[in-house]
Every structure is written in structure tokens, then in C-alpha cells.
């Protein structure tokens, strides 16, 4: 009825009044205000639900959590959707969010989600190196945009961040600092953010000379960081530094650290990834590195909307600088420090330093 009267106030037809509510490029511009303007004269607000049988949407944006249910608290994930969902929200958008263990459960998510036409858009998060939710996603001609890189046949939508170089740039400041054995503390390699932080890592060493003995993986929880770091420390050969692939994994090598009387930046250096809010205020606050979330969950919701209104996924990729935020958790190598430390007689410190 409501649009019954804008047409008769306006004097066009009631298809020419919903399709200028709407948006429709082929309503004139100025008439596309006339509407405009007599809506909100009279307070009309469009029903959504009609508008999106109307439009065959439902202008709702899924995302799968690749982990289990009731375990919602992976710091990453939580920083990625609360930056994501005011975008969303501001672009007229719903967010669904459900959580699925990887493998069969999380496919059987995204069938729920996508042949259900339950939402008209999906984001990924955490990509791996061959990623079956890509491929599916490409075969049923859903939009999606994802945080991360794959190796694929087709061109996908993406946001990334060069966390091979962030990694490569980590090891040269530890080998800088006189450390001749730096662990990698990572994460399972059909991850694509694994792969190339270990990339990183052995380019660098490769580089200096040095071997890539010291390397570990496992899902990045502080648990596992723990247990890594344990075992890492354990042999004569220990490493003096450690690379976590996460901050994550990096607090549980702070805390074995602790929990072997060590104490990281003056006897193991630690170096993690993501910059969470918790580097800040372990002990010592933990060195990290940090990439652009804010920016990365823009991109993925600039990309998902222009793959909805038909732009190529081919066009649409980002691959964003990460830096480092140096604190306490890294410093020079042990035998380096003692040097740097030693006193002359008149109380100057000696500048001379010796590689462990």
C-alpha cells in the first residue's frame, strides 16, 4: 500500500517505485531521488524479507570456523570477525557464523550453508596449500573471499599477508643478534600460512650458512607451543632462539621457558606471530609480528561485494606488508650478551661481541 502512494504522489508506476527503492540501474537517477526523497518524507522503510524474495538474496555472508564446537576462542578468528562485522553490517549485510572440526564436518558446513541458499557470499579464513573448500566453492559458483593464498587452478578472490618475507626478515634479526641455531616452533604444513613462514625461515638460514635443524609442528595452541619448546630445549644442541608461527605457540615456549628456569631475551630468544593483545602483557612482553587485520578484513569485504555485483575473482587479490614489533622476548645470543655486558676497568662496556 505504501508503495501504492509513492506512485500516486509521484505519479509513476508501483514497478517503477520498487525498482528505484531497490537500486535498479535502469531507473533514471533523478527519479531514483524523487522516490527517494517521498520515502523518507513519509517514514516508508522497505520490508527485508520481501526484498530479499524479490531479489533472490539473502544478503547474508557465511564463515566457517575450522575448528570445534565450543572451542570458540582462537584469538585470530575472534580479532578477524569483529572487524569483519560492522563491515558487513554497514553494507546492509547478515554475518553467520558456525563453528565445524576440519575434514568431512566442515564440508558438510559449507553444503548446509551454500546448497541450503542460506547465504549469497562466503569468507575463508586460514587457507591451506589445497583447499577443498575452494574448490567447492568455485564448482557451485558461490562468491567468497579468503584470508590467504592456495595453490589452485583457478584465480580466487584473496587477501594475504607476506608472512614469508615477515619470517625471512625474523631469522636475520635473530642471526644478526649472534644466533647460529634458531628453532621453528610451526604450525602443520597443509597450512598455506605454515608453509610459508617455513619457507621464510629456511631462506634466510640458507642464506647465512646456517642448518635448518631445529623444526617442529603441530596445531597452534599454547599447549603444543609448551610441549614443542620442551622438547627443542631438551639435547646439549638446544636451540638459542625459537620462531613461533603463532603467538600462540609462542606463549606456550615462554612458558616452558619459565618452567626450565630459562628466561626468554637473555637465554632463549622467542619470536611470535600476530601481534595479539597478549604479547603486551606476558613476561617479558613477547616480540611479535604484526599484520594489518583491520585492512586485511576491509579488502575481504570490498572483494566479497564486488564478486556480487560480478566482478572477476581474477582481478581480486591483495598481498599486504607485516612488521615486526620488537619487545623483550629476543636478544642477542647468550655468548654475544655476556660479551656486550662484560665491563673494562673503568666501567665501559666492551663493544666487542663473538657468535655463539
Not at 57 to 85: E, H, K, M, N, S
Not at 126 to 139: C, E, H
Not at 296 to 309: S, Y
Request: with cysteine; hydrophobic share 45%; charged share 20%.
Amino acid at each position: 500500500m505504501t508503495l501504492a502512494r509513492i506512485a500516486a504522489r509521484l505519479g509513476l508506476s508501483v514497478t517503477t517505485v520498487s525498482r528505484a527503492l531497490a537500486g535498479y540501474g535502469d531507473v533514471a537517477a533523478d527519479t531514483r531521488r524523487r522516490v527517494a526523497d517521498e520515502a523518507r518524507r513519509i517514514g516508508y522503510q522497505p520490508n527485508p524479507i520481501a526484498r530479499r524474495l524479490q531479489s533472490g538474496r539473502t544478503d547474508a555472508v557465511g564463515i566457517v570456523l575450522p575448528t570445534a564446537p565450543g572451542q570458540f576462542d582462537d584469538p585470530f578468528f575472534l580479532r578477524l570477525l569483529a572487524v569483519v562485522g560492522p563491515l558487513l553490517r554497514d553494507a546492509g549485510l547478515d554475518m553467520l557464523v558456525t563453528t565445524a572440526r576440519p575434514g568431512a564436518e566442515e564440508m558438510e558446513a559449507y553444503r548446509h550453508l551454500v546448497e541450503g541458499r542460506r547465504v549469497d557470499g562466503m569468507l575463508l579464513a586460514r587457507t591451506r596449500v589445497r583447499d577443498p573448500r575452494i574448490a567447492y566453492l568455485q564448482q557451485q559458483g558461490m562468491p567468497f573471499a579468503a584470508h590467504g593464498r592456495s595453490i589452485t587452478r583457478t584465480p580466487f578472490a584473496h587477501v594475504d599477508v607476506d608472512s614469508e618475507a615477515a619470517f625471512e626478515d625474523a631469522t636475520r634479526r635473530l642471526i644478526a643478534l649472534g644466533h647460529t641455531r634458531i628453532g621453528l616452533v610451526g604450525a602443520p604444513a597443509d597450512y598455506m600460512f605454515a608453509r610459508l613462514r617455513h619457507a621464510g625461515w629456511r631462506k634466510a638460514l640458507a642464506a647465512a650458512g646456517l642448518p635448518a635443524r631445529h623444526h617442529e609442528a603441530a596445531e597452534p595452541t599454547e599447549e603444543n607451543g609448551a610441549l614443542i619448546a620442551r622438547r627443542m630445549l631438551a639435547p646439549a644442541t638446544a636451540p638459542t632462539a625459537l620462531l613461533c608461527a603463532t603467538d600462540r605457540l609462542a606463549v606456550g615456549a615462554l612458558h616452558a621457558l619459565s618452567l626450565a628456569g630459562l628466561r626468554a631475551g637473555r637465554d632463549v630468544s622467542v619470536i611470535g606471530y600476530d601481534d595479539l593483545p597478549q604479547a603486551t602483557y606476558t613476561d617479558p612482553p613477547l616480540t611479535s609480528i604484526a599484520q594489518p587485520i583491520d585492512r586485511a578484513a576491509a579488502l575481504l569485504v570490498e572483494m566479497l561485494l564486488a564478486l556480487r555485483d560480478g566482478a572477476s575473482p581474477a582481478t581480486l587479490h591483495h598481498v599486504l606488508p607485516a612488521r615486526l614489533i620488537p619487545r623483550g622476548s629476543d636478544g642477542p645470543a647468550p655468548l654475544r650478551r655476556a660479551a656486550t655486558t662484560k665491563k673494562t676497568q673503568g666501567g665501559i662496556h666492551d663493544t666487542e661481541t663473538h657468535a655463539s
